[in-house]
């Protein structure tokens, strides 16, 4: 009884690592994301267009949007790739 305690007490904590990883690989690609979003108002500032206004409502707007449609391609990505192979000539 105990040795089977033990054994799940093991997976459980190699899937609680697994998930820590997966969970740290996903939030820096998000932190990511959000510094190029916010990089982004700068961008057209000062190459594109000087009377782009900048703000912290600009800045929080791209932010959004970007973080947005990063999690709307993470979360879709599985399903895209599955539907792809479906459809790939062998």
């Known amino acids: 009884m105990i040795i089977q305690n ?3 007490l093991i ?5 609680f690592i697994i998930l820590i990883l997966k969970a740290i690989n996903f939030a820096k690609k ?3 994301v959000s510094v190029i979003s916010c990089l982004f108002p ?3 500032h ?3 267009d000087k009377t782009f206004n900048l703000g912290f409502d ?5 932010l959004a949007i970007g ?3 990063f999690l709307i391609y993470y979360f879709l990505k599985p399903v895209l790739n599955t539907i792809f192979k479906l459809f790939e000539k062998k």
């Open 46 to 48: 000062y190459f594109i």
């Open 58 to 62: 600009v800045y929080l707007h791209y």
């Open 30 to 32: 998000l932190i990511l």
């Open 42 to 44: 700068l961008f057209v």
């Open 67 to 69: 973080c947005g449609l």
């Open 11 to 15: 997976l459980i904590f190699i899937v």
């Open 6 to 8: 033990e054994i799940i």
